[in-house]
């Protein structure tokens, strides 16, 4: 069995990110730290835990500037057997729905009986990209999956719900996005991380693909940091006096009730 995970390079949740003047779409990098897609090591942990119980492979395919090998690395040390690197400026820049039809070029040739993307992008927040991926190929799609069980021709992935979950059966080959509940991702030892740069990261370009530029169908018109927090108000005095200046302040003033 064959199983393809989508990796991305994304800003560190705890990086402090700002806009770049100079590019709307753009972030300022000097000092932010870029790690893969804390979704897509879902991702990556379940496919290896399936190949580890099927004896399969799993490839790592990347859309991102050269500078995302690193997250690429990370998912070759977490176990993934090789990766495939796609960088070329008209598939980076490129919106999601473009994404995922050069993802899916890139997904056919390997023939695949499952491809495992994290649920979203955590940098964008985008989310459709299983979805998309599974329109190109006409394949089943099932999203935002907590439990999953592959058999030889299907699986069953069960999604949590307010109130209850959703068990769903699909045949294979499928796409399923993973949740943050469907596993514990594992850490590589230091000998992973060493044997990673051993593993091969093939580099694929559009014309490798067939594929030509592609304008995007949709793009960031401006990315701003969110306004500036406004001090608080200290209220001082008796506690009867304190409440009814709070009282008045959070009604007539913030208008939060």
């Given at each position: 069995m064959?199983?393809v ?5 994304v800003p560190?949740t705890?990086?402090?990110v700002r806009p770049?003047p100079?590019?709307?779409?753009g972030i300022?990098t000097e ?9 897509d090591e879902?991702?990556?942990e379940?496919?290896?835990?399936i190949?580890?119980s099927?004896?399969g ?8 500037p050269?500078?995302?090998?690193s997250?690429?690395l990370t998912a ?5 057997d090789?990766?495939m690197m ?5 598939a ?5 729905v473009t994404k995922g039809?050069?993802?899916?070029e ?16 955590i940098d964008?927040?985008?989310d459709?990209?299983a979805?998309v991926?599974?329109e190109y190929l006409?394949?089943p799609?099932?999203?935002n999956?907590g439990?999953?069980?592959v058999?030889?021709?299907k699986?069953t992935a ?6 209850g979950s959703?068990e ?6 499928a796409?399923v996005s ?6 514990e991702?594992?850490y590589p ?8 740069k051993?593993k091969?990261?093939?580099?694929v370009t559009l014309?490798?693909l067939?594929?030509a530029?592609?304008?995007?169908r ?9 306004p500036?927090?406004q001090?608080g108000?200290?209220?001082?005095g008796?506690p009867?006096a304190?409440a009814?200046?709070?009282?008045a302040?959070?009604?007539?003033e913030?208008k939060?009730i």
């Amino acid at each position: 069995m064959t199983i393809v995970v989508i990796l991305k390079q994304v800003p560190d949740t705890e990086a402090v990110v700002r806009p770049d003047p100079s590019r709307p779409q753009g972030i300022l990098t000097e000092d932010v730290k870029f790690i893969l897609n804390p979704y897509d090591e879902f991702a990556v942990e379940e496919a290896l835990s399936i190949a580890e119980s099927t004896g399969g492979e799993v490839v790592g395919i990347c859309i991102g500037p050269a500078e995302a090998e690193s997250a690429v690395l990370t998912a070759l040390a977490m176990g993934v057997d090789r990766a495939m690197m796609i960088t070329d400026p008209g598939a980076v820049e490129t919106d999601i729905v473009t994404k995922g039809r050069i993802l899916a070029e890139a997904i056919k040739p390997l023939n695949p009986s499952l491809v495992l993307c994290g649920r979203e992008w955590i940098d964008t927040q985008e989310d459709a990209l299983a979805a998309v991926i599974a329109e190109y190929l006409d394949l089943p799609h099932v999203g935002n999956v907590g439990k999953l069980s592959v058999e030889s021709s299907k699986l069953t992935a069960v999604r949590e719900m307010d109130g209850g979950s959703l068990e769903i059966e699909s045949t294979l080959p499928a796409i399923v996005s993973c949740s943050k509940d469907l596993n514990e991702p594992r850490y590589p030892t230091l000998i992973k991380i060493k044997r990673a740069k051993t593993k091969e990261i093939k580099s694929v370009t559009l014309s490798d693909l067939n594929l030509a530029f592609e304008p995007p169908r949709s793009r960031v018109k401006i990315l701003s940091s969110p306004p500036a927090r406004q001090a608080g108000r200290v209220v001082k005095g008796e506690p009867d006096a304190t409440a009814r200046d709070a009282v008045a302040w959070l009604s007539d003033e913030a208008k939060i009730i």
